[in-house]
C-alpha cells in the first residue's frame, strides 16, 4: 500500500466511530500541513474530538473494533494525564492520536474545521489560521516549519487579524508574551521568502 492511500484508509476507519461517538472532531497536525501547505514526509495523524458523553472507554472499544490498537497497555491513567488516546491502525500500521477536546474550550477549533475532500472522504481538517495558532503554541522548530510552510502557500488569503487575536488571548491566558512575536517572526521570514 503506498503512503498516499494509508492515511485516508486510516481515516476512513477511524471516521465511522468517531462520527457516532462525536459531536464533532478535526484533523490536525502534520496531515493538517499537507493540507493547507506542501507535502512533507510524515507518519502520525492527529485528530482531536468532542464525545457526546463520558464514555471513553465505549468509544476505544469501537475503535478497537474498527481495526484500531491501543498502544499503551493502561489507557485511562494515560488518558488522564493527557487527554490522548493513542492508537496503531493495524492495517497501515500507521499511528493515530485522538486528542479529547475540552468542552468549556473558548477556543472551539472544532466549529471553525473546514470539510475537505482527502481521496473520496471529506474529513473536517483544521482551519489553516487555527492551524497556525496550534503550530505557534507547540513552538518546536518542526512546527515553526510547519508554520512557514502554511504562510509560504496561503499568506494572502489567511485571516491574519483572528490568528493575531487568537495568539494575543492565549498569550494573556498563559502569562507569556512570546507567541505573537514567533508569529511575526514567522510571517516576515514568510514575505522575505516569497519575493
Known amino acids: 500500500m503506498s503512503y498516499k492511500t494509508a492515511p485516508a484508509e486510516l481515516l476512513a476507519a477511524a471516521a465511522r466511530p468517531i462520527e457516532k461517538w462525536c459531536d464533532g472532531w478535526y484533523l490536525f497536525g502534520a496531515q493538517a500541513v499537507v493540507v493547507w501547505g506542501r507535502p512533507r514526509l510524515t507518519a502520525d495523524i492527529d485528530v482531536t474530538i468532542r464525545l457526546r458523553s463520558g464514555d471513553t472507554a ?9 481495526g484500531f ?3 499503551v497497555p493502561d489507557p485511562e491513567p494515560f488518558l488522564a494525564r493527557t487527554r490522548v ?5 493495524v492495517a497501515t500500521q500507521l499511528p493515530l492520536d485522538v ?3 475540552v468542552r468549556e474550550s473558548k477556543t472551539d477549533f472544532i466549529e471553525r474545521a473546514v470539510r475537505i475532500d482527502i481521496e473520496g472522504l471529506s474529513v473536517p481538517v483544521a482551519s489553516p489560521e487555527d492551524l497556525i495558532v496550534m503550530k505557534i503554541l507547540a513552538g518546536r522548530p518542526k512546527d515553526l516549519q510547519d508554520v512557514r510552510t ?7 488569503r489567511l485571516d491574519m487579524a483572528y490568528i493575531r487575536s487568537m495568539l494575543g488571548i492565549l498569550d494573556q491566558a498563559l502569562g507569556q508574551s512570546d507567541l505573537l512575536p514567533l508569529l511575526e517572526a514567522e510571517v516576515a521570514r514568510a514575505e522575505r521568502l516569497r519575493r
Open 58 to 66: 465505549g468509544f476505544w472499544h469501537d475503535m478497537e473494533k474498527a
Open 69 to 71: 490498537r491501543l498502544r
Open 85 to 89: 488516546l493513542p492508537f496503531l491502525h
Open 99 to 101: 486528542v479529547l477536546a
Open 150 to 156: 502554511v504562510l509560504m502557500e496561503r499568506l494572502t
